[in-house]
C-alpha cells in the first residue's frame, strides 16, 4: 500500500486530534484501565494512518473503533494464554469509601469476559443496534443478544455483590 500522502496525513492528524478524547474514554470502558486505553488507541490509530487512504471517504472514527474492539479482544486472548493458576489468590485492594458510581460499574466491568463487554459498551455506550455490533464484531445477531444477556446478568450479579461489601 502506498503511503498517505501529506495532505492525507494532515487529515488525519486533525482527526486524531479532534477524537482523541473520546477513542480515550471508549477504550477506558473497553479495557478498564486508563494505561492499557492510551496503548489501545494508539495502535488503533496506527493501523488507521496506514489504511487512511481507504478509509477516510467513509466512516474513519467507526473504523478505528472496530480497530479498538478487536485489539482489545485479542490482547486479553494474548494475556489469558500466558496467565498462570496460582494456590492463592491474591487480596484484593481496599477501595475508598469515596468512590463514585462510576468506579463501582468500572470495576464491575471488568470482570466481565472480552466479548461481553465489547458488546455492552457498544449497546449502552455507543447507543449501536444489534445489527451494528453483529456486523462490527463479526458475530450473528443471535450471539449479540446473548452476550449482552449474559454481561447484564454478570453486570447485576457483580454490582450486588460489590454492593454489599461496601
Keep these: 500500500m502506498k503511503d498517505v500522502d501529506e495532505q492525507g496525513r494532515q487529515v488525519f492528524e486533525a482527526f486524531a486530534r479532534a477524537r482523541i478524547g473520546?477513542?480515550?474514554?471508549?477504550?477506558?470502558?473497553?479495557?478498564?484501565?486508563?494505561?492499557?486505553?492510551?496503548?489501545?488507541?494508539?495502535?488503533?490509530?496506527?493501523?488507521?494512518?496506514?489504511?487512511?487512504?481507504?478509509?477516510?471517504?467513509?466512516?474513519p472514527e467507526a473504523y478505528v473503533r472496530r480497530c479498538m474492539v478487536n485489539e482489545a479482544i485479542s490482547h486479553t486472548r494474548r494475556r489469558a494464554w500466558r496467565e498462570r493458576a496460582v494456590d492463592v489468590l491474591p487480596e484484593r485492594p481496599v477501595e475508598d469509601a469515596t468512590n463514585d458510581d462510576r468506579?463501582?460499574?468500572?470495576?464491575?466491568?471488568?470482570e466481565l469476559p472480552p466479548r461481553q463487554r465489547a458488546v455492552l459498551v457498544l449497546r449502552y455506550y455507543e447507543d449501536r443496534s444489534e445489527e451494528e455490533i453483529a456486523s462490527m464484531l463479526g458475530?450473528?445477531?443471535?450471539?449479540?443478544?446473548?452476550?449482552?444477556?449474559?454481561?447484564?446478568?454478570?453486570?447485576?450479579?457483580?454490582?450486588d455483590r460489590m454492593e454489599?461489601?461496601?
Excluded: N
Design 103 to 110: 468506579a463501582v460499574v468500572m470495576r464491575a466491568l471488568a
Design 139 to 159: 458475530i450473528a445477531r443471535g450471539t449479540v443478544k446473548s452476550q449482552a444477556s449474559k454481561g447484564l446478568a454478570h453486570l447485576r450479579s457483580s454490582l
Design 22 to 59: 473520546a477513542l480515550l474514554r471508549y477504550g477506558h470502558l473497553l479495557t478498564g484501565d486508563p494505561h492499557a486505553a492510551e496503548d489501545l488507541v494508539q495502535s488503533a490509530l496506527a493501523k488507521s494512518l496506514a489504511a487512511w487512504r481507504r478509509i477516510e471517504r467513509d466512516d
Design 164 to 166: 454489599l461489601l461496601a
